[in-house]
Structures are given as structure tokens and as C-alpha cells.
């Protein structure tokens, strides 16, 4: 692992959060707020390890804007972002009320502290030094999310977890639960993101409509030359990494999205969906990547 380049990246999701979040406005075009984190995010000298998500009230997760989407931020809205150094990831989200439904927002405004607070005890518990192995077990940390949401009436979501990530790989294969699993796997040295999601529904969530959202499964041949056009800008520009159809169109123009199928169909994009909390529910997010070092825990992204 390159500690100086994931601390780096670490910092830079940090600033380009703080940079961010005074900015948001009820009615503010998702396009904006995208585009805003994604420059911030090159200026500070990173570069975005997946599109920004920007998923409203009972969508969880895999909302990115379209290059013509003219969604405003509304209800309750999760800021989810990463950025990569040489393809070393910090990834971190937080929440915001922007309902004008006195009612509504009351309730976002717990959902938001809850999920706040889940991430906060499972930090402690992570970076505290008695039982030290005990307590950085997988089952431990989703015991500990859990029973923090459920505590102020709210439900966990069961099939949303935090993970492992290595280099140019966001989700490497562990995946840190946000209920008690019963998996007793000891958190081991590595990255990992933590990220609480709590919900008025039943804690599931399925999937929805196509996001735009894609990631480079292989390289096989294809034979349009446009396609194969971007193909190689992928592969070259993103590795492994999720991207989304509005890149490929600042790159490519309206030929892009003709070509994104034309590779989906031929097998050399997995094309992600949003995820839809089953009951309606609304959802608010948290999270924080850590380097979990033998002798200690580093927050990267606080």
C-alpha cells in the first residue's frame, strides 16, 4: 500500500467535503453539485474514483446526473464521492435536509443524526485500544451500527455494507456489515470504508432504474470503431474504476452513448442500477474510509 498517496486522497475528499456542503441549496441543479465536487476534487490534485452520487430520499445509492439532467436537490439528499491518488481511494458521504415539510424535515434531520451517530460508535469501537482484535471484528462493527439506528426507531439496511478497497479496486472483497452477521473475521491491516445506512423502511433495498454508472469488466474486441474508441479511453483514463455516461459524453459527444451500448451489449461494461429502499423509506448515509494500520487506525477522510 502507498500511505502517502491514500492520506493524500484522504485529505482531498476531506476539503472537497467541507468545500461542498455550505453550497447546497434546496433547488440547486444535482448537475451543479456534481460538477462542482468532481472540479474541486482536480483542482486539489486528485481525480473522482467514481461519479458523484447524489441519491434523493428512498434512493440509497447509484444516482449520478445524466449530462442533461435537470433534477433539483430536494428532501433528503446523500452526498456520496471518492477520490483516488494513482488509484489509492479515500470514499466518504454524509447527508443533508433540504425537505420544506416541517414534518419531513424533522424527520430527515434524525435519520441524518442517526446514521451520523452509527458511524461515530463504530469508529470508537474500531479505533479503541482494550480487546483491541475482539473489537475490529466484521460482526462486532455491524453489531454496533445496528443496534445504534435501531435504538432511535429507525431500521439498519441489511444489504448495503461498507468494504474493502485496494488499488483501483473500490470494492475488493470484504464487506464490512451494517448489522451483526455473525461473521467473527477480524478486521485486518488495509482500506476500508465504513458507511452506516439507516431508513424509515424495512432496511432492504432492490434495484431500480439504470444509473449511467458503469465499471470495465474486460477488453474483449468489439467491432465499432467508436466503441472501441472508448473503450481505450476507459480502460486508459479509469482502469477498473466506475465511470459514468455523462464523462463519456464531455469526451465523446452524442456518439458516446451509442457506443456505452454497444460495449454493454458486447459484455465489457457492468451497468450499475440505483438502489431503491423496498418500502419507500427514506435514507440517510454516513461514511469514512480508515487505514487500518497493526499498531493503529487512521480516519483518512475525516
Given at each position: 500500500?502507498?500511505e502517502?498517496?491514500i492520506?493524500?486522497a484522504?485529505?482531498i ?26 472540479s ?7 481525480k ?16 449520478t ?9 430536494y ?20 447527508s ?7 414534518e ?37 462493527i ?11 426507531g ?25 448489522i ?9 491491516p488495509?482500506?476500508?470504508?465504513i458507511?452506516p ?14 444509473s ?28 477498473t474504476?466506475?465511470f ?22 458486447n ?9 431503491v ?26
Open positions: 500500500m502507498d502517502e498517496k492520506l493524500k484522504g485529505k475528499a476531506s476539503q472537497a467535503k467541507d468545500y461542498i456542503k455550505p453550497l447546497i441549496k434546496p433547488g440547486m441543479p444535482l448537475l451543479e453539485i456534481a460538477e462542482k465536487i468532481e474541486k476534487i482536480e483542482e486539489l490534485g486528485g473522482p474514483a467514481f461519479p458523484v452520487n447524489l441519491s434523493i430520499n428512498n434512493i440509497a445509492a447509484h444516482y446526473p445524466s449530462y442533461d439532467d435537470e433534477t433539483k436537490a428532501g433528503l439528499l446523500k452526498i456520496d464521492f471518492g477520490v483516488h491518488i494513482d488509484g489509492w481511494i479515500a470514499d466518504t458521504a454524509f443533508l435536509d433540504l425537505s420544506d415539510n416541517e419531513e424535515s424533522q424527520q430527515n434531520k434524525k435519520l441524518i443524526s442517526t446514521s451520523e451517530k452509527a458511524l461515530g460508535n463504530a469508529l470508537e469501537m474500531i479505533k479503541s485500544k482494550s480487546d483491541k482484535m475482539e473489537k475490529r471484528r466484521l460482526s462486532q455491524g453489531k454496533i451500527i445496528q443496534e445504534t439506528i435501531e435504538s432511535f429507525f431500521s439498519s439496511i441489511i444489504n448495503l455494507s461498507g468494504h474493502s478497497m485496494e488499488q483501483y479496486d473500490l470494492h475488493a472483497g470484504i464487506t464490512i456489515p451494517n451483526d452477521d455473525k461473521r467473527n473475521i477480524p478486521l485486518k488495509g482500506i476500508y470504508a458507511e445506512f439507516a431508513t424509515t423502511g424495512n432496511g432492504k433495498v432492490h434495484d431500480g432504474k439504470k449511467g454508472i458503469y465499471m470495465l469488466t474486460n477488453t474483449r474486441n468489439i467491432r465499432s470503431l467508436t466503441a472501441r474508441k472508448i473503450l481505450e479511453f476507459i480502460e486508459k483514463e479509469y482502469n474504476l466506475p459514468c455516461s455523462r464523462w463519456i459524453f464531455k469526451k465523446f459527444g452524442i456518439n458516446a452513448l451509442l457506443g456505452l451500448k454497444q460495449l454493454e451489449d459484455g465489457n461494461l457492468h451497468h450499475f442500477s440505483q438502489l429502499e423496498s418500502q419507500t423509506g427514506r435514507v440517510a448515509q454516513a461514511e469514512h474510509t480508515i487505514l487500518v494500520k497493526e499498531d493503529k487506525i487512521i480516519v483518512t477522510t475525516e
